[in-house]
């Protein structure tokens, strides 16, 4: 879809002004519906319709005209830039983000800046920060997004112009709004794509990624704002260019064997039985176990992923960094208390507070070291698996997405379960998508694929596959 759109506007076949506008305001109408953008940025957006047009015929650039809407902890210069979160209500940095940069160099239109959980934190994106609205599921206005990126995936379902959504995952926030809308969601190896510009929520963990309609649609983006970024000393010096997807003759999968635990939905499994036995007539299929990752998974995940939070926000105290006030009268221990608990949102106090005291210098060795001494062993047990197998397929969440009155029946501990399909390929740094293999019901059920590092060419194929299977069987 998107390749003939860029086409069309490199041989100037479509008035991008025109384009733009209508489609500024068709996102207005949508974000007046389901509340999935935290700033729609038109003023700037059309300026980059200016300068697009200007360039010369052929020359406009590999994404040239292509709608991108940006997760809301990305910088995009002169736009504002909250990540969600009060505490950095007004913010518009004055400097883009390498992947906004390199988009913006191959004549992207950068449309607005996609709801999320405050800073990342959530895996259903109701925790949105203090007078942040919840962004809806487009399939059914009563469920759930999947967070943190939530805003990304609805809007990626909704629309129906050429558009892909550049988002961020730290513990599952491409996959699970993927699953739950009904898109493709790719996260790459940690460091493929530059996080310069990226608000932090755990540096060892955060990737940037894109939500599309098909897996077509991720290529000529991901090879836009992939490769090396002197700003970013975590970023990948080689660089790739993914090829056009191709039906492979033969992989060897390997399906996770927890897919089919009682914590799964009935409905998931059967569906997930029906998927191998269609495509096992083309490729080996194998059981794998992952038990180590699914043991220590989510506790590895929130002990590591807390701990770099509490360390990043700390910045964020009303005096150089974020919302100010004026401290007179006070002293900091009370006004830096008053500045974070009138604008930081609850599920941000509770990630601070268990944050903090993972790395204090009393429970700093117990917890946060013996954490990242476990997350070696998680690496260790999927690379083993990779020598036996191109890939590893599970489902991406436990249920399709579940309603708001579901979710508000949750406890904490439940909430963060959720993403026990998803921690353990991005604590791994490894490549991995999410991409809708059945449904049930109207609601989209979204198939994890995972391969090796650096293999996104695999992947790719693989998802290609997967789709393929999916066009043919109606799904």
């Excluded at 736009?79 to 518009?92: F, P």
């Excluded at 897919?259 to 495509?279: G, P, Q, T």
Aim: hydrophobic content about 40%; overall charge neutral.
């Amino acid at each position: 879809m998107i390749i003939e759109h860029i086409n069309n506007v490199n041989c100037e076949k479509i008035d991008l002004t025109s384009f733009a506008k209508s489609v500024i305001d068709e996102i207005k109408d949508i974000n007046s519906k389901i509340y999935c953008f935290n700033c729609v940025c038109e003023d700037s957006a059309l300026k980059d319709v200016q300068i697009v047009s200007k360039r010369k015929k052929l020359e406009k650039g590999t994404l040239a005209g292509l709608i991108i809407s940006v997760k809301d902890n990305i910088c995009v210069k002169d736009v504002e830039t909250t990540a969600g979160s009060k505490i950095l209500s007004g913010y518009k940095p004055v400097f883009n983000a390498t992947v906004v940069e390199k988009l913006k160099m191959e004549g992207a239109i950068i449309v607005g800046k996609t709801s999320m959980d405050e800073f990342g934190f959530g895996g259903f994106n109701i925790n949105t920060g203090v007078d942040f609205k919840v962004p809806l599921n487009p399939i059914d206005l009563k469920r759930s997004t999947g967070g943190s990126s939530g805003g990304s995936g609805a809007v990626t379902k909704v629309v129906d112009f050429a558009h892909v959504s550049i988002a961020e995952s730290t513990g599952g926030s491409i996959e699970c709004p993927a699953s739950f809308c009904g898109d493709v969601g790719f996260c790459p190896t940690y460091g493929r794509i530059s996080r310069f510009g990226l608000i932090s929520y755990a540096n060892s963990l955060d990737k940037i990624g894109i939500l599309s309609k098909d897996v077509e649609d991720i290529i000529p983006v991901f090879n836009a704002v992939a490769g090396k970024d002197n700003k970013d000393p975590t970023c990948i010096t080689d660089t790739i260019k993914l090829k056009k997807a191709i039906a492979k003759k033969k992989f060897k999968i390997g399906i996770i064997s927890e897919s089919f635990d009682d914590y799964i939905a009935d409905y998931i499994k059967e569906h997930l039985r029906v998927l191998i036995n269609l495509i096992q007539k083309k490729h080996e299929i194998f059981e794998v176990s992952l038990p180590f990752t699914f043991k220590y998974g989510v506790p590895t995940y929130y002990i590591i992923a807390t701990s770099e939070a509490s360390t990043n926000l700390s910045k964020f105290c009303g005096l150089r960094y974020g919302i100010q006030a004026d401290p007179k009268t006070k002293t900091f221990s009370n006004f830096f208390s008053e500045i974070r608990s009138e604008n930081l949102g609850k599920e941000a106090k509770r990630r601070i507070l268990l944050g903090t005291y993972a790395r204090m210098a009393g429970y700093r060795d117990e917890y946060y070291l013996k954490a990242t001494k476990v997350r070696r062993l998680i690496i260790d047990e999927y690379k083993e698996a990779f020598k036996k197998y191109d890939v590893l397929i599970s489902p991406t969440t436990p249920m399709c997405a579940p309603l708001f009155s579901e979710i508000s029946k949750m406890d904490v501990v439940e909430q963060y379960l959720f993403d026990q399909l998803t921690v353990g390929p991005n604590l791994a740094g490894l490549p991995h998508a999410s991409i809708p293999f059945a449904k049930f019901g109207e609601m989209p059920l979204g198939l994890m694929v995972v391969s090796d590092h650096y293999k996104e060419q695999e992947l790719i194929d693989f998802l290609f596959e997967i789709e393929k299977v999916g066009k043919e069987n109606g799904i």
